[in-house]
């Protein structure tokens, strides 16, 4: 059972997201990170993808890999944005071929040099959704932004929207958020436009005060001032990740208090926060049997 819908219907997932190495160094960082986190025995991981193809080989690469050579189920992230529907069909049998059987559907956003690759095929997640569902060969996540996506007209058209897609794929993982209750007016607000499909909270852990600020402004995420005030009070490094793993730790048992269906981690390609939060949360005995 590899596909992440059927995970999903026999009980809670823990996820973990990495992004594809640059070069051979961080390739081998990568391949220690998840050693180390494999005997967590993640439900999946899944692989980023630079929107516009700018990582189409090296996120395949990782996933191939994962699938092949971990006892781990990998999920390839893949983007609208800069691509047609003849480089979608074959990006989509090579996993086929190889076994790969989870797609994260993104819309990705526009990579500078967009005009130099030519016109895309689609314009929104929902007509990859609509792509990748027509083969019949994958278990489907779409991308939730609990706050609202930065380019959405309003609250009211942003949750339309993600219920329309949510409809025809089989599950949502969000943005990080810093908030619980951001998590469940998302799924409340779906609810009450008849969508019950799976939202998987996803996790940020602050490690690094100043990238966490960096990644907030770009995504739309509120760093609420009481987040920044828990972090700003320390200048050693090691006290700002002690603390960020402490707020998420609750953040994530409080996540699960409130029925959410799973987490899923943004690594970083680093297994120690994670690993700090699995033990906080009594996960890491959970999962090993
Ligand atoms: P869409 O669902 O297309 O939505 C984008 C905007 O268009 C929203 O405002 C939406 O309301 C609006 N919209 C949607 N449908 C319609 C419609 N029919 N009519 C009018 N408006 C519409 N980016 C990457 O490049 N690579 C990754 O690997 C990646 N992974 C991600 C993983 C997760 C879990 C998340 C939350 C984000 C990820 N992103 C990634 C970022 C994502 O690509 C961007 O946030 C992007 O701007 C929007 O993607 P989307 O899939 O939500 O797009």
């Known amino acids: 059972m590899t596909r992440v819908a059927d995970l999903l219907g026999a009980g809670r997932t823990f996820s973990f997201e990495f992004f594809p190495p640059k070069d051979d160094a961080t390739q081998l960082s990568l391949g220690r990170t998840i050693a180390e986190l494999e005997p967590l025995q993640p439900s999946f991981v899944s692989v980023t993808y630079g929107a516009g193809g700018t990582t189409r080989e090296r996120t395949r690469n990782v ?20 691509h047609v529907r003849t480089e ?7 996993y086929q071929a190889a076994g790969v059987e989870n797609i994260m ?9 967009l005009a130099d690759r030519g016109p895309s095929d689609y314009r929104y997640a929902s007509d990859l959704v609509a792509e990748v569902a027509a083969t019949g060969a994958f278990s489907i996540g779409v991308a939730a932004h609990p706050e609202v996506h930065p380019a959405s007209p309003d609250r009211a058209a942003d949750r339309r929207h993600l219920a329309a897609k949510l409809a025809a794929a089989d599950f949502a993982v969000t943005q990080f958020f810093f908030e619980v209750r ?13 969508v019950t499909k799976p939202v998987l909270p996803g996790i940020m852990p602050i490690t690094n005060a100043k990238q966490i600020a960096r990644m907030a402004r770009l995504s739309g995420a509120e760093l609420p001032a009481w987040v920044v005030e828990a972090v700003e009070r320390y200048d050693d490094p090691a006290d700002v990740r002690r603390v960020g793993v402490e707020l998420a730790s609750k953040l994530c048992s409080d996540l699960l208090e409130a029925g959410a269906p799973g987490l899923h981690f943004y690594t970083m390609n680093r297994s120690t926060a994670t690993r700090e939060i699995y033990a906080n949360l009594g996960l890491a005995s959970l999962r090993v049997s």
Do not use: F, R, S
């Open 63 to 82: 996933v191939n890999w994962v699938a092949k050579e971990t006892a781990i189920t990998p999920m390839a992230h893949l983007t609208c944005q800069g």
């Open 88 to 94: 979608i069909a074959d990006i989509l049998d090579g």
């Open 105 to 113: 559907a993104l819309g990705g956003d526009p990579p500078a040099d």
């Open 182 to 194: 951001h998590y469940v007016d998302l799924v409340n607000e779906l609810a009450d436009l008849d």
